[in-house]
Structure formats: structure tokens, C-alpha cells
């Protein structure tokens, strides 16, 4: 399985939601979500990596199966990604149209089981707002943390650290509100942590600054 793709950016598709990576003399076709594309339009030339999940599209009666790839900025997209494909009614083509929006925005849609904003996704009418907050709301608060304030590229760095960070308080005892409420806290700070590591730094000092 391919899980990471770099190249350089030969071709954003203004119509679809597909781009082109060059490869050396290899150009490769990326399925990207509409809110990445646009985003990768300024980006033409230039050097770039993606976190990819492959599919097979295509009848498999007839024998006709084309192995497509999806590319991402960050692997927790990816992963929110695959979540979304899960809900009924929702294949990669629809959930490729519908993440018109940062994915820490749908995700808190979800979690504050808010159908009328999901339902405004292209794609996703009522009743698939309503099946996706029945089946991920309960696995919606490791996303939520990924609102995006930076540029694209900064953002997917941000909210990884941000998303396993929250992960990481949760294993060591912290309930999901506490650790929302540390990780919200630190993405306050004008700084952002490079890492974990770092990031864990700064939620102790903060725990055990005298007040």
C-alpha cells in the first residue's frame, strides 16, 4: 500500500477534485478533497509530500477495477477521511466533494451533533447529517482540535501535534473535556510546538505556574 507520496506539483484539475504529481519522468494522478485543492493552487511547481489510502473504482463484475490514490496534507486528515467514507450513503467520490471546509470545523459539527451545519456540505443532505452524527460523534473530539488558523501547510504540521498531544493526555488519565480544555490552551499561545514533546512541556509549565 502506498501510504506517502512526494513530487513535485505538475497540475491542479480547475473542474475536479484531482491533481497531478511529477515524479521524475513518472507523472502520478491524486484524488485530493475540494478544500485541499483549492489550496495547492498557489502551490503549482513547487516540491510537496502527501499522506495517500488507496481504492480500487471501477464494477468488479465486469472486471474493471482502477486502482486510484487519495492524497492528504497530514495523516489525521487522512485518517478523518476513512471515518467520513464509513457513514452510509457516503463513498470517496462524495466525500471528496463534500470536505469543503477545514476538517476541525466538520468535525465540531459533528461532535455539537449539528445537522444543519453538515447539511450545507455539498452531497450531504439531511438524513446523511444525521447518519454521520449517529455513527462519529463519540470519535469527533481529536478532530475538533483541528481548526485551522495558519496557512494550509502550517495548519496540517499544527493540528497533528495538537491531535496527538490530545491523544497522549488521554492516555495518561485525562478525561476528554480536560484534555480539550489543555490542548485549547496551548493553541491560544502565539507559540506553536513543533512536537509532542514540546507540546506536553508546555501544558506542565502552565499546570504549575504559580498563581
Known amino acids: 500500500m502506498i501510504t506517502r507520496i512526494s513530487g513535485v506539483l505538475d497540475r ?7 491533481i497531478e504529481l511529477s515524479i521524475g519522468p513518472v507523472v502520478h494522478e491524486v484524488l485530493v478533497t475540494e478544500l485541499v485543492r483549492r489550496g495547492l493552487q498557489q502551490r503549482l511547481g ?4 502527501l499522506h495517500t489510502l488507496e481504492f480500487l473504482e471501477g464494477n468488479p463484475t465486469r472486471g ?11 495523516e489525521v ?48 443532505g439531511a438524513a446523511t447529517a444525521e447518519r454521520m452524527i449517529a455513527k462519529l460523534r463519540r470519535r469527533m473530539p ?20 495538537l491531535a496527538e498531544t490530545f491523544e497522549v493526555l488521554r492516555s495518561l488519565g485525562h478525561s476528554d473535556a ?13 507559540k506553536k510546538p513543533k512536537d509532542v514533546q514540546e507540546a506536553l512541556e508546555a501544558i506542565y509549565r502552565q499546570m504549575h505556574k504559580p498563581r
Not at 457516503?90 to 449539528?114: C, H, M, S, T, Y
Not at 481529536?142 to 501535534?161: H, I, M, Q
Open 12 to 18: 491542479v484539475d480547475a473542474t475536479g477534485n484531482c
Open 46 to 49: 513547487q516540491p510537496m509530500t
Open 64 to 74: 474493471n477495477l482502477v486502482p486510484r490514490l487519495v492524497g492528504f496534507l497530514s
Open 77 to 124: 486528515e487522512r485518517e478523518f477521511f476513512e471515518l467520513i467514507c464509513e457513514v452510509d450513503g457516503v463513498g470517496v467520490r462524495k466525500a471528496l466533494r463534500a470536505i469543503v471546509r477545514p476538517v476541525g470545523e466538520i468535525a465540531a459539527a459533528i461532535d455539537e451533533q449539528d445537522a444543519k451545519a453538515l447539511s450545507t456540505l455539498p452531497g450531504i
Open 142 to 161: 481529536k478532530f475538533a482540535l483541528l481548526v485551522a488558523r495558519e496557512a494550509p501547510g502550517e495548519a496540517a504540521v499544527a493540528g497533528d501535534v
Open 178 to 190: 480536560d484534555a480539550r480544555r489543555l490542548v485549547d490552551a496551548l493553541r491560544a499561545e502565539k
